[in-house]
């Protein structure tokens, strides 16, 4: 640090808290400057923390996490990219053996102003730091403005001042696209300019309706004249350039203090968490956010020629997906944004240019492939790195173990992650997901898996966010570890449960996470509330969960007798109480009762056989007739009663027709008919199918809508068209096709003559459907020369579900 000119005052870095110019300048200006102490806009008890930063596991996009002892919910953070000037500042001071401090209001302060203590883990964007908020102007806090000022965007009004119309790209002209090397006659120099340049806003402007800053400014003072007293006046701060006025100005030591007199306090901890180029995007709703944090991160690594390294990164990456992108495309891509930048009088191509030429050159004018480059290398999925000595509350560093010993990396890009719970690795997995997921801890969410879908496989969407630091911290309060953490909160919830249904589904929670010092209290509140509830409504809710609980404990070997004999009582209990339940109902209350039976229907079939409860199927398709044939039953629900004995073989097709009969006669009303056939066709039971292949029905329900009365018809036509909307396409246009042919003619209903639909015979070829036999009798396994002798009569019989062929 010798040679360094005498220093006439502390040297003031206003910067914006991303950018890769303003970092390069900043290390210019170190280098030129040669500092005795390096002070950074942050949170003091930061200051602890600060040498980590020189570790070389230490890898940015990184972040200050604090959080409230007694309400680790209350949290912020202070993110650094490798392009961040602070970031740049504290390397600088660390490997040149500088102090350095953080100088801006303390966390345990700014975290006792939140405005709310029970916000959930985004509270980092309304927090009052400048890290977090500090991005609409040229590195300060976009805080709640005061009533007589709405705040103020200054880089917006120095851009609209230098005639621009977009505040990014004047920055970017002016500060970002400096000569990468940072080389300047004096490296201070833009510093000075940019300090005058807010001096004459703040002169317009004021406080730019943050008053709050006026409490940060104070303590930052503060601590800029204790530095002084220590260190003289060789030394340079690092902050956002919104301050550098206020920390110039001439103020007493008596009034500063006054400004921080009886602020509220609170016990904080902090620590270094990974962040990701994701979170630093503005519309991550991240205060201090830049819209292209990978960009950014580019420009600032790039020794020389970012333009073309830029255009080669893309080339590669539409390569990886498949598109044809060759050498030539690459060099006139750069060609096109070096001249667009010229056309627009820009000293380089910046984002906008280089972003037009890949569209033009690269996407053929497309923008879904500039999609893809706007998510993988504009915006970036980088998730930095903190070692492991950082500091970090016990159940984050269980968490930490667990992850390593099952090979679960965190990752800030989602993937899919199939398991098999046969394998002891998967089954350990699959318990830590679940148990994560029981405290809240929203790393992974089950997903529908590609391949099977049965009881040992289990599908995953992972993807780690800088927030479950904070989720994790919030869980601490459970436990040590997350065996004993997801165990406490399950007994609690246990306790305070008030729903039968919330109860079982905690018990399949329980099972699936394998917490089994949690399931005896579950079970206990769950045999309680089962007792005293005595609506049908509940125990239909409740019931779906426990069928399935049952169904993973063969899976994961755990002993469900209990949960069985309370399965068993809740299906009698149903049994009994469903058919007066479904009466008098409006068409709400009768939807969602549909929906329990469909609930309840499918919990039965996985019961059977697995509870101590002879007959209950029996049961169960007793109560279905009753629904079935009992007028004074809603329509939606005897219209789904028909449709799941139809779909069981409990109910033969005849029978179907004659109830659809009944209900779309003349004297039924047009809006319990139109319910009724929501109930028979609608959902995602395939009702669709079955009209295609039952003209019957089809038929029935074309001539009951076809005698619609007119002023009536709107009012069933809502249902309608929720009910056939939800079909597929081609089913639609199969009953559009065979709606338009019209009814068959010159036979008995459902049968198939005269004109016909593309695809359908006049009648049964009994000779091809023969030919078919030998085939059918193969892939059965058996003897393929019995089916050479297959009659007639058996022909007819294998082929009428078919229906007629052509």
């Given at each position: 640090m010798t040679g360094a000119a005498p220093a006439a005052g502390p040297l003031l870095l206003g910067i914006r808290h991303h950018g890769p110019g303003s970092a390069r300048a900043v290390r210019a200006a170190l280098d030129a400057a040669g500092p005795r102490a390096v002070l950074i806009e942050g949170p003091p008890e930061g200051d602890a923390l600060l040498p980590l930063a020189a570790d070389e596991r230490m890898r940015p996009p990184v972040a200050l996490l604090a959080h409230a002892v007694d309400d680790p919910g209350?949290?912020?953070?202070?993110?650094?990219?490798?392009?961040?000037?602070?970031?740049?500042?504290?390397?600088?001071?660390?490997?040149?053996?500088?102090?350095?401090?953080?100088?801006?209001?303390?966390?345990?302060?700014?975290?006792?102003?939140?405005?709310?203590?029970?916000?959930?883990?985004?509270?980092?964007?309304?927090?009052?730091?400048?890290?977090?908020?500090?991005?609409?102007?040229?590195?300060?806090?976009?805080?709640?403005?005061?009533?007589?000022?709405?705040?103020?965007?200054?880089?917006?009004?120095?851009?609209?001042?230098?005639?621009?119309?977009?505040?990014?790209?004047?920055?970017e002209d002016v500060v970002e696209h400096r000569a990468p090397d940072g080389r300047l006659v004096d490296p201070r120099a833009p510093f000075?300019?940019?300090?005058?340049?807010?001096?004459?806003?703040?002169?317009?402007?004021?406080?730019?309706?943050?008053?709050?800053?006026?409490?940060?400014?104070?303590?930052?003072?503060?601590?800029?004249?204790?530095?002084?007293k220590e260190f003289g006046d060789d030394v340079v701060v690092v902050c956002g350039a919104w301050h550098v006025p206020a920390l110039k100005a001439r103020t007493t030591v008596t009034a500063d203090r006054a400004l921080l007199k009886g602020l509220p306090k609170i016990k904080a901890e902090l620590t270094w968490v990974p962040w990701t180029h994701r979170r630093l995007a503005r519309h991550s709703g991240y205060g201090a956010g830049i819209d292209s944090p990978g960009w950014y991160g580019h420009l600032f690594g790039a020794p020389d020629r970012p333009i073309e390294r830029w255009m080669t990164k893309v080339a590669g990456l539409l390569r990886?997906?498949?598109?044809?992108?060759?050498?030539?495309?690459?060099?006139?891509?750069?060609?096109?944004?070096?001249?667009?930048?010229?056309?627009?009088?820009?000293?380089?191509?910046?984002?906008s240019e280089t972003t037009d030429a890949i569209r033009a050159v690269m996407c053929e004018g497309s923008d879904v492939p500039l999609a893809l480059v706007q998510d993988r290398l504009i915006v970036g999925e980088t998730l930095g790195e903190v070692p492991d000595t950082a500091p970090a509350v016990p159940l984050q560093r269980d968490l930490a173990r667990l992850q390593r010993t099952l090979r679960l990396k965190p990752e800030a890009l989602e993937r899919e992650l199939e398991l098999d719970l046969r394998k002891d690795t998967d089954a350990a997995r699959s318990r830590l997901l679940h148990r994560l997921r029981l405290l809240a801890v929203g790393w992974g969410e089950p997903a529908v898996g590609r391949g099977s879908t049965g009881t040992f496989?289990?599908?995953?969407?992972?993807?780690?966010?800088?927030?479950?630091?904070?989720?994790?911290?919030?869980?601490?309060?459970?436990?040590?570890?997350?065996?004993?953490?997801?165990?406490?909160?399950?007994?609690?919830?246990?306790?305070?449960?008030?729903?039968?249904?919330?109860?079982?589904?905690?018990?399949?929670?329980?099972?699936?996470?394998e917490l089994p010092d949690a399931l005896p209290v579950v079970m206990r509140a769950l045999a309680d509330r089962a007792a005293l509830d005595a609506d049908v409504g509940h125990l239909a809710d409740a019931l779906p969960a426990l069928a399935r609980t049952l169904r993973y404990g063969d899976v994961r070997s755990t002993d469900t007798a209990a949960l069985g004999e309370v399965a068993a009582g809740l299906a009698?209990?149903?049994?009994?109480?469903?058919?007066?339940?479904?009466?008098?109902?409006?068409?709400?209350?009768?939807?969602?009762?549909?929906r329990q039976v469909d609930g309840v229907h499918t919990a039965i079939g996985l019961l059977a056989g697995a509870v101590p409860a002879d007959g209950l199927r029996e049961r169960w398709t007793a109560v279905l007739h009753k629904l079935a044939a009992r007028d004074a039953v809603a329509g939606v629900i005897r219209?789904?009663?028909?449709?799941?004995?139809?779909?069981?073989?409990?109910?033969?097709?005849?029978?179907?027709?004659?109830?659809?009969?009944?209900?779309?006669s003349p004297g039924t009303p047009p809006a319990?008919?139109?319910?009724?056939?929501?109930?028979?066709?609608?959902?995602?039971?395939?009702?669709?199918?079955?009209?295609?292949?039952?003209?019957?029905?089809?038929?029935?329900?074309?001539a009951w809508l076809a005698g619609v009365p007119a002023d009536t018809f709107t009012d069933v036509l809502p249902l309608l068209r929720r009910t056939f909307s939800a079909y597929e396409p081609g089913v639609r246009r199969t009953l559009g096709e065979l709606v338009r042919r019209g009814p068959a003619t010159g036979g008995p209903v459902g049968t198939v003559t005269g004109t016909t639909a593309p695809g359908f015979g006049p009648a049964l070829d009994e000779e091809r459907a023969a030919a078919v036999v030998p085939v059918l009798r193969l892939m059965l396994g058996l003897d393929a020369e019995d089916a050479q002798g297959a009659d007639a009569d058996t022909v007819d019989n294998a082929m009428e579900p078919l229906g007629a062929t052509g």
């Open positions: 209350r949290a912020a953070f202070w993110p650094f990219a490798e392009f961040s000037p602070e970031w740049v500042a504290i390397r600088w001071a660390l490997r040149h053996d500088v102090p350095v401090r953080f100088i801006d209001l303390p966390a345990a302060h700014s975290l006792a102003m939140a405005d709310s203590p029970d916000r959930g883990a985004d509270h980092d964007h309304d927090h009052d730091h400048d890290q977090e908020q500090e991005q609409g102007r040229a590195g300060d806090a976009d805080v709640a403005g005061a009533v007589a000022a709405p705040p103020i965007d200054p880089i917006g009004v120095l851009a609209e001042a230098a005639g621009y119309d977009d505040p990014e790209r004047w920055w000075a300019a940019l300090g005058e340049a807010m001096t004459a806003l703040r002169e317009v402007y004021g406080d730019g309706g943050h008053p709050r800053d006026a409490v940060r400014e104070a303590y930052m003072r503060i601590q800029l004249r204790s530095a002084r990886d997906e498949d598109r044809f992108v060759s050498s030539a495309h690459v060099i006139e891509a750069v060609r096109l944004a070096g001249t667009l930048a010229a056309l627009r009088g820009r000293p380089l191509a910046g984002l496989r289990e599908s995953w969407r992972l993807r780690w966010e800088p927030e479950l630091y904070v989720q994790v911290a919030e869980a601490g309060i459970w436990g040590t570890t997350v065996l004993t953490a997801a165990t406490a909160k399950a007994e609690s919830e246990a306790g305070s449960a008030t729903a039968l249904a919330e109860v079982t589904a905690l018990a399949e929670r329980c099972l699936l996470a009698e209990r149903i049994c009994v109480g469903l058919p007066p339940a479904c009466t008098g109902l409006d068409a709400d209350g009768a939807d969602g009762l549909r219209g789904r009663a028909a449709r799941l004995l139809l779909d069981e073989g409990l109910l033969e097709e005849d029978d179907a027709a004659r109830l659809m009969g009944l209900a779309l319990e008919a139109a319910a009724w056939i929501e109930g028979f066709v609608g959902g995602a039971g395939g009702g669709g199918m079955l009209l295609v292949h039952d003209e019957r029905l089809l038929g029935l329900v074309d």
